[in-house]
Every structure is written in C-alpha cells, then in structure tokens.
C-alpha cells in the first residue's frame, strides 16, 4: 500500500501517454495509479503489460491482477493464452 501512496503522485505528475510494464510485481502500483487517474479523467495512458517469457505454463500473479485494469496483457507461450483478455505474441 505504501508503494501506492508513492507511485501515484509520479504518475499523476507525468501524466504518460504510454506505460509498459512486465513480471515483476513492483509494477502493480504503476498500473493502478495510471487506471485510477483513468477513472478520475486527469489523463488517459495506454497500460500494456508483458509477461516475463521465464513464465511457461500460467500467469503470474501480477498478470492476473492486471489483465482486467491494463489496455493489453501480452504473453509469449501459447499455453498462457487465456480467451478473456490476453493476447498471445508468437515469436518472429
């Protein structure tokens, strides 16, 4: 809750157009703080989160909190695709 109270005021601050984020759950509070200014009108930023390819066979925890707050939860596996929200990348 404390990264939160501190992440908020730097995004509500910048006020980005574009957040891009991956695995690690330091990221949550970036992501929530931007939906919330979303919510509140102050400024409207694209939120895509990837997920870290050393996840195989399921989403993180972070992935699974966020696929329902971000604009696109992209995956690496086929395995990791999930009708509801997520977006499997194969790769090129």
Known sequence: MA???????LVW???????????PGS???IC??????KV??????TVVYVES????????LSAKLL???VDACM????????ARLVVFVPPS
């Open 3 to 9: 990264s939160l109270f501190g992440s908020f005021p």
């Open 13 to 23: 601050r910048e006020k980005p157009e574009q957040i891009l984020v991956n695995g």
């Open 27 to 29: 990221c949550v509070p």
């Open 32 to 37: 929530v703080s931007a939906f919330l200014l």
């Open 40 to 45: 509140l009108g102050v400024c409207d930023p």
């Open 53 to 60: 390819i050393c996840r195989v066979s399921s989403l993180s």
């Open 67 to 69: 696929r329902y707050i």
């Open 75 to 82: 995956v690496q596996w086929p395995e990791q695709k999930d």
